[in-house]
Structure formats: structure tokens, C-alpha cells
């Protein structure tokens, strides 16, 4: 074989750490191949633990690969799916893989994408994917280590979140915010009025965070104007928030390109690339992004430099928070300009350069993010499918409900991804919403809502119109307030009832 793989195998508290390194022994450049390693166990239930924030985590038997998820868009396969082509074909999981006899995962993420696949018989092995990524004479890679151990299922998840933690520098620097999100009460129709009424009443009982969501933009990838609807520079509010004595936040989707944004207009080559020769198709939003994003190709280092200016752009208007939504779009299959970097570090250094913007002091929470390339870099990771003001989803691709926006679907992976805070980053477990009008939630799910956020870190984002609470809501703001922000461990993630 042209690409040597060597293997070194050595304990690592209950478990064996596999540290895996490729060489080019050759004197031509070689392509890396997939590299699989057979795990010891058979597993009879699993946690499918989907590859980034808003994808399916679930609990499921090795048979149940979900056939129909292989019928949906290329697209949208591409955005929940590590692997696209295994979609519908076999379970499996992302970087960790939980089963009832044990734990295996890959304690970095940055290096290539690694996954757990579960066989029909329940037979596991790893795989570090690298895509055909290319390597030059001589080289040597040193993939991200595997950890493997069996045992307490639910005592082991928290023991990989805390070695994966240290090994990947984990950014532990809380407490977690209480915070006011404009995107579950108004979506993409919030303008300046709403902000600044939601802004009196945070500042008036402490809540520190108040942060723009999608909306406000002029396009997607022209983060510095705004929507001819939003009428003022966004810099006004981020200058009225902080004179408030609250931390202005904003949403952002860095690794998206709007097929009508201007920067795709003067950039057409600064987009990855679909097999087929066309832009690579990343998300597609008709209403007010006016149709298909691409995604950046962060391995130009004309691209990078692009984020971090406009980052640190962003930051010198006074905005200390940030959420970056869509990052799974910087580590989606295509061709990139740097034939040697694999999609993963793709993404880890757009990651890098937008946290270069805003600099090591400013609070950067990843959404749509694929989970392992992120530690280090981020304070929090959404950690779930986007909440709702409904139960259950109303609306979903074939084989992928979990993934839908719905209160049930943030509560199941929130809980299920719960050893992950205070030992990978702080978890964001998505928007609390307590409001009684424009909402189908019953009082039970509103309690279901606060009781998971309070159990799993307490990162608490409020998404109502904090005009209208009346003293039930801002008592259930208190509670939140004083949750307890410890990490948290999972019994027994198997337990029947534990999630809906
Ligand atoms: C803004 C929203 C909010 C929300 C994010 C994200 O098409 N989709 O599959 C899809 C999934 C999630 C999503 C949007 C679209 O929501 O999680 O909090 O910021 O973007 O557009």
C-alpha cells in the first residue's frame, strides 16, 4: 500500500486510546485512505448521535437505518449527514457512539470526520474519513485518537466528554448566559422596534444577553448592512444594548454564501464546489434569503482573512456574542481549493478565523455545527433541533423527524447530549419559551421545556415577547436563574421514559 497506517494502542483511564498516523512513503502525492478500526462488543441499542446541532439524536436498534432518508434532496442529506452516502443505508454515529455495553469515540474532531458504524448484527467499528484528501510526498498525518472502552454506558459518555474535552482545550469559561433571542417569536420578521421593547425589559430584571437573529441582514454573506426593512445600521442597536448595561448578540451564518448576496456577486470563486462543476448547494431559504446559499470555501486564505475582518467588524460595533448558525456548510462533501486540507479542518479554520475576529474574549456560540471540530473554539454548542412552539414536528423530511423544529425533538437530544456541558463547552439546549399566546405547547410541555434546561446546564435564552410575561413567567425566569450550571451525568442514557 502506498499510505503506511500505523497504529500505537495505550490505556487512557477506563478505556484504551487508538492513536492512529498515515504516511506517504512515497516520492508522488498519494490520497489518504478510509481508515476502519473493529470495535470489541455487538451492540443491541444504540445512540445515534447525529453530526451536528439540529441533526437526529436518538436511541434506536443496529437494524433501524431509516431506508426513506436515502430518498431526500442531496442537500439536505448533506447538511444532517457526516457520510451522505450512508444515509438510510446503516446506523450510525457521529464522532461518539454510545451503546448499552460500552462507549467509543474520537477524542479530537479536526482532523477528519469520524464516525461509529453500526452494523445490521450490531457489530461496530470506527472510521476516520478523509475523503481522498491528498498527501504530499513524504508526509506523515497524524489522524485525531480514538478512545474505546466498555462498560457503565452512562458513567463512560461523561468520562469520553471529559478526555475529548482536555484534549481538545475545551473553553470552560462560564457561568452560562440568561439571555433574549429574537428568532422564535418574530423568525425573520424581527425589526428594531421589537428589540428595543424586549431591551427595556431584559436590562429591568438583569438579563444580560440580547442577541438579533436572522432577520436583520442584507444578504446572506453581507454582514455588514442591513435589510432595507431594518432601516438603521445595525451598529445603533448594538450601541443602545450596551448602554443598557446588556451584551449585544447577533446572529450570523459565516460559511453561507447567498446565491443574491453581493459578496457572492464580486466572489463567484470563493465557493466550494459540487462534483457535478456547480456551486455547491448548501441551504436553500426562498423567503428572506431569496433562495440557495453556497457554502465558503474556508481554505482559501483570502476567504479567511475576509472573516476575520468582517468579524472583527462586527466586534468593534459592540457585538460580544455571537451566534454562528449553518457552520456544517464549511464541512460539507465537495472540492475545495487546498487539496490537502480535509473538510473537517476546513471547518476548524473558518472556526478559527471568525473566533480571530472577535476576538478571545467575546462569547462565540456554534449552531448547525458539526460537534467535534468545535471544541476549543466555541464557548457553547446548540446542542438540539430547533425548539417550537409546538410538541411535535408539524412538517419533516422522510426519516429525519428528529431533526425538525418541534419542543419534543430539542427536550430528546438536549437530554441525551447532556454529559457534554461543562466538559466540551457550556450546552445550549435551544430557546426556553414560556409565553401562552402563540403558542400550541400545554402547560406540561412548557414544564418540559424549563425542567430540561434547568437539568442540563442551565443555559437559559428566553424567545418571547418579554413585554407580555406576567409574574408566572418571571418566576419561572428565576428559577432558571439559579439552576444549577454543574455537568451533568446520564445514569443510564438507555433508561425507558428518559426522553420523549
Ligand atoms: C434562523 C434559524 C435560527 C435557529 C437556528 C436555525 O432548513 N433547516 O433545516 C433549518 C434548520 C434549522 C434552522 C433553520 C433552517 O434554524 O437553529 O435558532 O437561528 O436558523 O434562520
Redesign the pocket.
Known sequence: MSVEVHRRVTPLGSGLRIDLILRNATRTPQTAPRVTEALPGRAGTVLEHGWQ??SVVRRCPPDDSRPERAETPEA?RG??VGEPSAAGRRVVADWVCVWEGGVAGWLGGRTHLGVVEVAPDGSLAAAAVLDGVELAPGEERTLDPLWVATGDPGALYSEFCAHAGAHGGARLRGPAPLGW?S??QW??GVRPAHVRANLAEAAAHGIDVVQI???WQAAIGDWLDTAPEWGEPIGELAAEIAGAGCTPGI?T?PFLLGERSRLYREHPDWVVVHRSGRPLRA???PG??GGWAYALDTTRPDVRSWLTDTFAALRSLGFAYH?V??CYSAAMEGRRHDPGVSRTTALRLGLEAVRAGIGDDAFLVG??CPLGPAVGVVDAM?VS???APHWEPTRH?PGFAE???AAANAVRASVLRSPMHGRLWLNDP??VLLRRHDSSLDDAQREALVATVEAAGGFTVL?DDLTRYGPDEWAAVERLRRASQAPVDLADPFAPGLVP
Do not use: H, I, M, Q
Open positions: 446541532s439540529w439536505v447538511s444532517l433571542c428568532w422564535y423568525f425573520e437573529d436572522d432577520g446572529w451564518a441551504a436553500f431559504n428572506n434569503w451566534k448558525d449553518f449552531c448547525g446548540r433541533a430547533d425548539v423530511w431533526a425538525a423544529p435551544d430557546c424567545s
